[in-house]
């Protein structure tokens, strides 16, 4: 019923930019928290930015200054700015929302596929 579809990672070399987005669609109530992981492998999922449906945001610190998280309510999608990128953020990313479906009671935490990024020269 709910699709998150994430665009935007590759290849880039260190000092470098890249934007992800991720678009929620399906039937749709409303979402709360949308955010980004992500995860290298034989590591657990971390956190990398949150941003509420106010426009509050959180942050790792290790991506502070960095990486800028917003979102489009209208399109129900959220992005991701990386600057000045690092070979340690190479991982795949990940979006997730909490989304409360149309005829539902409660929200839902709802993950897409993952992008891979990579950080190299």
């Known amino acids: 019923q709910v699709q998150l579809v994430e665009s935007g990672g590759g290849l880039v070399q260190p000092g470098g930019s890249l934007r992800l987005s991720c678009a929620a669609s399906?039937?749709?109530?409303?979402?709360?928290?949308m955010g980004w992981y992500r995860q290298i492998p034989g590591k657990e999922r971390e956190l990398v930015a949150t941003?509420?449906?106010?426009?509050?945001?959180n942050y790792a610190n290790s991506v502070k200054g960095r990486f800028t998280i917003s979102r489009d309510n209208a399109k129900n999608t959220v992005y991701l700015q990386m600057n000045s990128l690092r070979p340690e953020d190479t991982a795949v990313y990940y979006c997730?929302?909490?989304?409360?479906?149309?005829?539902?009671?409660?929200?839902?935490?709802?993950w897409g596929q993952g992008t891979q990024v990579t950080v190299s020269s």
């Open positions: 997730n929302a909490d989304i409360r479906i149309r005829l539902g009671p409660l929200y839902v935490g709802y």
């Open positions: 941003i509420g449906s106010s426009g509050r945001t």
């Open positions: 399906g039937s749709i109530f409303s979402i709360n928290d």
